[in-house]
């Protein structure tokens, strides 16, 4: 079954349990998804799709620090909410150590010495952790790496 078929079937469950919650983000997920392939003019495939949802759950994640800092609780909540249902149809995420190895490993391989690498790292690293971790904080590792080095 492809991703976004089970986001499909998902959607008709909550419809069933009358998950407001689950049934709006869901809908937005696959509007997402729906506009992604209306601008790449084909279907998505499971890939690209993950990149819709770690940009939605990139999104989440920024509203939430915006509702914080604006003392909005109630919004947080919410956005909290959508964000757990969303992280669930990504792949498990990575912790700190094992982005650091993958890390060490990608400027071993490609020799990278200083913070002026960082490209060539990234542009190297970021295919492997692609829905496994995220790019700011993969971004801080590598540059704490190369600093030290």
């Given at each position: 079954m492809t991703l976004v078929n089970k986001l499909r079937e998902t959607l008709k469950e909550a419809l069933k349990q009358q998950d407001k919650t689950q049934t709006?983000?869901?809908?937005?997920?696959?509007?997402?998804?729906?506009?992604?392939?209306?601008?790449?003019?084909?279907p998505l495939d499971d890939n690209k799709i993950l990149d819709v949802i770690s940009m939605e759950?990139?999104?989440?994640?920024?509203?939430?620090?915006?509702?914080?800092?604006?003392?909005?609780?109630?919004?947080?909540?919410q956005e909290e909410a959508e964000l757990?249902?969303?992280?669930?149809?990504?792949?498990e995420q990575m912790n700190r150590e094992e982005i650091m190895a993958a890390s060490r490993q990608t400027i071993e391989a490609t020799q990278a010495k200083g913070i002026r690498d960082k490209g060539k790292v990234m542009s190297q690293l970021m295919p492997q952790l692609k829905g496994k971790a995220d790019g700011k904080e993969v971004s801080e590792i590598v540059l704490q790496l190369l600093a030290s080095e």
């Open positions: 709006s983000t869901l809908r937005l997920l696959l509007s997402e998804i729906k506009n992604a392939e209306i601008a790449q003019r084909k759950v990139r999104r989440h994640r920024e509203s939430i620090e915006a509702f914080k800092q604006g003392n909005r609780n109630d919004l947080v909540a757990n249902i969303l992280t669930a149809y990504l792949p």
